[in-house]
């Protein structure tokens, strides 16, 4: 069986055994749930169709209608699916995290869970602002923060799973202290498989050096969501030798349109299907203060990439 993707595209998609390939907000320049800058989302919601995805994320929690029923409504009508919902999280901090955490909680896992979506992506504080590339506190954790920062997601993981019936991801990021290979393992090695797992982002892991395709060879029963990305290694490494705040080095493209970028995305693809086909791959490529007729047009060319590199992607 065949899905065929619109008329103006000549890529036909097998429902075979690959990953169910997504989109998301982000790769259409969306950060807040309100600015003025962004696309609209009704226009969002249109252009992911033309482009020929069918899984989308929520994207920041009042991007898009925060009411179930509406919604489900405007999905539905142009035949879209939910895979995830996200929030930000600094349990490194101490106790009183955990109530920040729950609110974003109960509001985005209520929404996306009425919605079908079973994963909750979930990202760690930045220890420098994406919003002023203000220096906010030391970039590297102590050992008692490491056991806090721990701790709190496994409790949110429980949390998720028992409240909700959903899994949640924790989103390594630059900027974040949790970017590095040695950082990666850490965090996987002082938190519960039963609770905590990754949502594995090839181009922030590819940001630091990390080599995704071997992270998942080497901890296959921690991949539980994926978001696809490219950076440009032609500007990296003068972005970290120049120490360029993330949020600055989005705005100079460090983000980058398959295939211009590291990783390559079809092994990556290929080994994660080979763990569970069921596993999301979402497109997440950061384009934050992009002009809003420029993110559709690599939306859909990245799409098309994707398929014409490995038969182990799907739509649906």
Same mark, same amino acid.
């Given at each position: 069986?065949?899905?065929?993707?619109?008329?103006?595209?000549?890529?036909?998609?097998?429902?075979?055994?690959?990953?169910?390939?997504?989109?998301?907000?982000?790769?259409?320049?969306?950060?807040?749930?309100?600015?003025?800058?962004?696309?609209?989302?009704?226009?969002?919601?249109?252009?992911?169709?033309?482009?020929?995805?069918?899984?989308?994320?929520?994207?920041?929690?009042?991007?898009?209608?925060?009411?179930?029923?509406?919604?489900?409504?405007?999905?539905?009508?142009?035949?879209?699916?939910?895979?995830?919902?996200?929030?930000?999280?600094?349990?490194?901090?101490?106790?009183?995290?955990?109530?920040?955490?729950? =609110?974003?909680?109960?509001?985005?896992?209520?929404?996306?869970?009425?919605?079908?979506?079973?994963?909750?992506?979930?990202?760690?504080?930045?220890?420098?602002?994406?919003?002023?590339?203000?220096?906010?506190?030391?970039?590297?954790?102590?050992?008692?923060?490491?056991?806090?920062?721990?701790?709190?997601?496994?409790?949110?993981?429980?949390?998720?799973?028992?409240?909700?019936?959903?899994?949640?991801?924790?989103?390594?990021?630059?900027?974040?202290?949790?970017?590095?290979?040695?950082?990666?393992?850490?965090?996987?090695?002082?938190?519960?498989?039963?609770?905590?797992?990754?949502?594995? =982002?090839?181009?922030?892991?590819?940001?630091?050096?990390?080599?995704?395709?071997?992270?998942?060879?080497?901890?296959?029963?921690?991949?539980?969501?994926?978001?696809?990305?490219?950076?440009?290694?032609?500007?990296?490494?003068?972005?970290?030798?120049?120490?360029?705040?993330?949020?600055?080095?989005?705005?100079?493209?460090?983000?980058?349109?398959?295939?211009?970028?590291?990783? =390559?995305?079809?092994?990556?693809?290929?080994?994660?299907?080979?763990?569970?086909?069921?596993?999301?791959?979402?497109?997440?490529? =950061?384009?934050?203060?992009?002009?809003?007729?420029?993110?559709?047009?690599?939306?859909?060319?990245?799409?098309?990439?994707?398929?014409?590199?490995?038969?182990?992607?799907?739509?649906?």
């Amino acid at each position: 069986m065949t899905d065929t993707i619109p008329a103006d595209s000549d890529v036909v998609v097998a429902n075979g055994p690959g990953l169910r390939i997504g989109t998301a907000p982000d790769s259409w320049g969306v950060w807040f749930p309100d600015d003025p800058k962004q696309v609209p989302w009704q226009r969002f919601l249109d252009e992911v169709v033309k482009a020929g995805y069918s899984w989308i994320e929520l994207g920041p929690y009042g991007y898009l209608p925060t009411d179930p029923l509406q919604l489900e409504d405007e999905l539905g009508s142009r035949g879209l699916k939910l895979s995830a919902g996200t929030v930000f999280t600094g349990f490194h901090k101490g106790e009183d995290q955990w109530q920040r955490a729950w =609110d974003q909680a109960i509001k985005v896992a209520g929404l996306a869970s009425k919605l079908g979506a079973e994963h909750l992506v979930v990202i760690p504080d930045l220890w420098r602002s994406d919003a002023t590339s203000e220096v906010l506190e030391s970039r590297t954790l102590t050992d008692e923060q490491w056991k806090k920062l721990a701790a709190g997601h496994d409790r949110l993981g429980k949390a998720l799973l028992e409240e909700f019936g959903m899994k949640q991801q924790f989103h390594s990021h630059a900027d974040s202290h949790v970017g590095t290979t040695r950082e990666v393992l850490r965090f996987l090695d002082e938190t519960d498989v039963r609770y905590t797992n990754l949502c594995l =982002d090839t181009g922030h892991f590819a940001y630091y050096g990390g080599d995704n395709v071997k992270l998942i060879e080497d901890r296959p029963e921690r991949i539980g969501y994926l978001h696809l990305k490219q950076v440009d290694t032609s500007l990296l490494f003068d972005v970290l030798k120049n120490d360029v705040p993330f949020a600055d080095a989005v705005t100079q493209g460090i983000m980058i349109e398959p295939p211009h970028g590291v990783p =390559d995305l079809a092994p990556i693809i290929e080994a994660v299907a080979a763990i569970d086909r069921e596993i999301f791959a979402i497109v997440e490529q =950061d384009m934050y203060g992009c002009d809003v007729d420029y993110p559709f047009p690599i939306a859909k060319r990245t799409r098309e990439h994707i398929f014409s590199c490995t038969h182990f992607a799907r739509v649906h």
